[in-house]
């Protein structure tokens, strides 16, 4: 089991910056990749970036190339998403995950465990 809590979320105008962590406990050592997924209202949940536990290579939805940066800190066995240059459509929930499967990528189907969520609003 992997537990995972998202927090750094908050409201911030156009143009500013946040940096999302989410701690991971359990089961760690067995994380393949870890991922950032948002959800907006009425929309369907998306991947962000996700990152491989070993090697730490990176990928970003086409949206937030150029402004959001994914890191890892294994020590700590923490995850972080730095936004910068943030717009009003990147307001939403966004979801911590982890794959121990050997699956990953920029699906949802490819992790198998969730955080809560922490909430992201972007005013103009």
């Known amino acids: 089991q992997v537990q995972l809590v998202e927090s750094g979320g908050g409201s911030v105008q156009a143009g500013g910056s946040l940096r999302l962590s989410c701690a991971a406990s359990g089961y760690t050592y067995s994380r393949y990749c870890m991922g950032w997924f948002r959800q907006a209202p009425g929309k369907e949940r998306e991947g962000v970036a996700h990152?491989?536990?070993?090697?730490?290579?990176?990928h970003y939805a086409d949206s937030v190339k150029g402004r959001f940066t994914i890191s890892q800190d294994n020590a700590k066995n923490t995850l972080y998403l730095q936004m910068n240059r943030l717009k009003p459509e990147d307001t939403a929930m966004y979801y911590c995950a982890a794959d121990t499967r050997g699956f990953g990528g920029d699906s949802e189907s490819g992790y198998n465990y969730w955080g809560q969520g922490t909430q992201v609003t972007v005013s103009s």
């Open positions: 990152i491989y536990t070993v090697g730490g290579t990176a």
